[in-house]
């Protein structure tokens, strides 16, 4: 665990996510799932680091102001407004360039996780789909709920991160709020 200091009092907190294997993948009988989650597979994965939280609209507006490597981000794209909410609405190639603004600013390496890390940090050891159980819920995470009982909320937005209950690594976030 370390915290970044990225200034204008906005800081960055990295977890060590540990090595492991995990079986990637979803299972022919788990509701909802789609043909390219198949075949389910073992994988081996080296530690990393991740950030605890999805990137706020903060920490997003404060390496957007930094001089550009690549491309321009705009410091704007969220369409929900919000410090400490997540950013939204970015492209693969503004979250590179994010990244690599980010490790020359700081002098460490930073990336996006892949494919086979982002599943293993989300589901934090645990054998299930979500690192809570088998079912996901409006009370343990934000995403529309369409099939949720009447008791459901459905914020019809984004949530400010770390409002639901962290995995077993630390993060926050990791199932709804915003699409991975």
Known sequence: YFIENLGDC????MVSIP??????????????SQEEERPTHIVNVKPFFLSKYPITQAQWKVIAQLPKISRDINPEVSEFKGDNLPVERVSWCDAQEFCQRLS?????????PSEAEWEYACRART?????????????????????????GIYHQQTTE??????????????HGLVWE
């Open 104 to 112: 020359r600013e700081t002098g460490r390496t930073y990336r996006l």
């Open 127 to 151: 054998s299930t789909p979500f690192h809570f159980g088998k079912k996901m819920t409006t009370h343990i995470a934000n995403y529309s709920g369409e099939n949720e009982d009447i008791n």
């Open 161 to 174: 991160v770390g409002r639901f209950p962290a995995n077993c690594f630390g993060l926050y976030d990791m």
């Open 10 to 13: 906005v800081v960055l907190e």
């Open 19 to 32: 090595y492991g294997k995990f079986k990637m993948g979803a299972a022919k009988d788990e509701e909802a």
